[in-house]
T-cell receptor, first 112, second 115 residues
Framework: KAGVTQTPRYLIKTRGQQVTLSCSPI?????VSWYQQTPGQGLQFLFE???????NKGNFPGRFSGRQFSNSRSEMNVSTLELGDSALYLC???????????FGEGSRLTVL | DQQVKQNSPSLSVQEGRISILNCDYT??????FLWYKKYPAEGPTFLIS?????DKNEDGRFTVFLNKSAKHLSLHIVPSQPGDSAVYFC??????????????FGGGTRVLVKP
């Protein structure tokens, strides 16, 4: 079955702009989580959506937001971009009894 | 508050030898511990996991050991192969409706396997 699909794979923005990233989960998976990976901070949890509702949220400012649609696809948005937002943004689905997540290949955001 | 820590940022090992990666945690509520492998510009891929009620889990060349009293786990790769060169992340989860599917990750250990 198809894996987790993230678009776009790479993008470049300038400070102050906003960006929207998209994630299509594995078919049948209703949970979508987002993570940010930076060299200094490692992999950090942003938020999780389940059945169109935010179920859990990490410690990020309100500029980071997300949503989930009825087909389980999810988007995350970052407004008023800062240089420090440059990172690999990863989407994941799964969980279940062990917490195992399946990750997409990520969207590499560069903020200039 | 870093609940999951990998204190060794890098590890170099000869092909055929054992790679040992270590991870420490502070939250005694974690139910499962997982190891992920990551290549550059790709998402992490799941390697192996262990329940908090077990002390060892083995899958082929990969074995994870859990010492709950020390809040420590380790991943052994035997024998190490050049294709194992990647960044390895330790992660932990609390299985509950409230916690959802959140994984808490360590900072990663970069492994280089020399031919």
């Amino acid at each position: 079955k198809a894996g987790v699909t993230q678009t776009p794979r790479y993008l470049i923005k300038t400070r102050g702009q906003q960006v929207t990233l998209s994630c299509s989960p594995i078919s049948g998976h209703r949970s979508v989580s987002w993570y940010q990976q930076t060299p200094g901070q490692g992999l950090q949890f942003l938020f999780e959506y389940f059945s169109e509702t935010q179920r859990n949220k990490g410690n990020f400012p309100g500029r980071f937001s997300g949503r989930q649609f009825s087909n389980s696809r999810s988007e995350m948005n970052v407004s008023t971009l800062e240089l420090g937002d440059s990172a690999l943004y990863l989407c994941a689905t799964g969980g279940g009894n062990t917490g195992e997540l399946f990750f997409g290949e990520g969207s590499r955001l560069t903020v200039l | 508050d870093q609940q999951v820590k990998q204190n060794s940022p890098s590890l170099s090992v000869q092909e055929g030898r054992i790679s040992i990666l270590n991870c420490d945690y502070t939250n005694s509520m974690f139910d499962y511990f997982l190891w992920y492998k990551k290549y550059p510009a790709e998402g992490p891929t799941f390697l192996i996991s262990i329940s908090s009620i077990k002390d060892k889990n083995e899958d082929g060349r990969f074995t994870v050991f859990l010492n709950k009293s020390a809040k420590h786990l380790s991943l052994h790769i035997v024998p190490s192969q050049p294709g194992d060169s990647a960044v390895y992340f330790c992660a932990a989860s609390v299985i509950s409706k409230a916690a959802g599917n959140k994984l808490t990750f360590g900072g990663g250990t970069r492994v280089l396997v020399k031919p």
